[in-house]
């Protein structure tokens, strides 16, 4: 009867499952046992042993307070408020003595309950004993102190050195007694303390042995199976390593007709699946975004070849003064800055899951949306990538003497961004022979036009009313303009992008309300206070461009009103 390698692997496996459970199992039961003795010896006996010390050493504070109340009556009978101050420490003492007895009678009847504590709760019961006993004894110690008392008030010197000896014996009696106890509970602590280690120890050796004798009945069934599967498996685990570290040529030869080979077969050719992804991966992805590459590779029903309307957000952004800064530049260091300014500002957009569509010269048009993005976050990483850039904006600033050979003479490098969030065609797009999957429509033509629009308001990172509007949870904006691009029929409300929400300066704070101020004003017509409100905008941000531009703006529409059916709608021509 052929037995087939899954069922021999299966009870093999079983097996030593069942041995390991039930070592596992016994092991627990074992640990159990111990940690409860410990926790007894832990929870009960050292504090009960700690309360009895304590009552002991409070019992000796309290006879020395007692004697030196004493020699004041004798030597300093006038003094009272020493007297009284000797007296309350005394007292004290022995409330303090009558709480650790007590406190020690509680754990020990804790532990006499407890029936998952040691067998010695006859010795315990013995001890509680002792204890009551104590308590009684203080309180005949506490009587003839009043009794001393009363004999010192009275002014009788005879029976006030009969209470003194009295008082003397009744101490060293309760003393001795509570010495004893102390011993005995010091016993009982030793005692549990030993039985615990035992008990540990010999739990360790019956795991020991059970886990050896597990161990040797697995290896002596492995063993049955060990020449029909070792030496391909070995085979197969080498072919594995070999492709784990890059070797995607290795071959495994098929030396067998059973599970083993099959599955030899089948690792032959998933290496070769994996050479040929392997290949087109590293092809395509330096040209199309990895996770486009992935997705068409390995889950091809995510990205039909049919368009889809989707709403997402188109990102735009352009390198200011790279014309200046080309001019007189050999192509290659042209190729090195552009090269370097493009990994600089992609980096940010693939931290924030955006898909880089394409790089036209200097600028990069990129996406947010399904299947890459949840459209909640789309808006809000987005932004946040633009900022990210404008953020790694100074240190390629700081590389351009090095990347460019100059050290002095070059123009200043800026950039500007433009976000639009709304309904786009997204699919694989193109011919036959050659496609890419990539967003088309009014939404893309407007975050291209908001980048060019930055030119004409001074800014730097422009968004449309959707995109901040998804975003107002996380970042700050401001609305700059009811704006009219071309190649669009309806204005659109244009925001600046100001940064993190926590993180924007007082001064911008406030320049930004003294600008909403303005831009209210002036589309109400109201020039004069829309005149005060940019220029106290200015007065807060100096260089604040729109303000300044709308200053100008409505100095100029104050002197030349616009017509009557004007809606405060301003049509950009340039690009």
Known sequence: MKISVGLKVFSVALVLMLLVGAVAWINARSAREVESLIANVHEA???????????????????????RLIIARLLTPDDKKSMDSLAAQADDKARQVDDELAGARRLIAAEI?????????LELSRLDTR??????RHEEYAKARAALDAAAEAGDPTAWKTRIQELDQLRDEFNDELETAR????????????????????AANYGIVLLALALALGAVMAAIIANGLVRPLRRLLRGTIEVQQGALDTEVPITSHDEVGELTAGFNAMVRELKAK??????????????IVESLIDKPDRLGSAGERREMTVFFCDMKGFTSLSEGMTPAGMVRVINRYLSLMSDPIRRNHGIIDKYIGDAIMAFWGPPFTVPEDQARLAC???????AALPGFRAELPEITGLRRGIP????????????????N??????????????????????EGANKAYGTRFLVNARTAEAAAGALAFREIDLLLVEGKQEPERVYEVLGRKGEIALPVQAMAERFAEGLAAYRRRAWPEAERAFAAALEVVADDKPSLIFLARVQRLAAEPPPADWNGVWTLTEK
């Open 45 to 67: 006996y050292v504090p009960a042993y700690g309360a009895l010390a304590r009552g002991n050493l409070r019992s000796v504070e309290e006879g020395l307070f007692v004697r």
């Open 183 to 202: 011993r005995e509970m010091l016993g009982l602590l030793d005692g549990a303390s030993d039985k615990a280690v035992g008990a540990e120890s010999t």
């Open 278 to 291: 392997a290949r087109i991966r590293e092809t395509f992805g330096r040209y199309v975004d990895p996770r």
């Open 131 to 136: 204890i009551e006993f104590l308590q009684s």
């Open 412 to 427: 200043p490098i800026d950039m500007r961004i433009g976000v639009a969030t709304g309904e786009v065609v997204v699919g």
């Open 113 to 121: 309950a407890d029936p998952a504590s040691f067998e010695d709760k």
């Open 429 to 450: 797009i193109g011919s036959d022979v050659s496609m890419s999957y990539t967003v088309m429509g009014d939404t893309v033509n407007l975050a291209s036009r908001l």
């Open 384 to 390: 946040a990538a633009g900022l990210e850039e404008l």
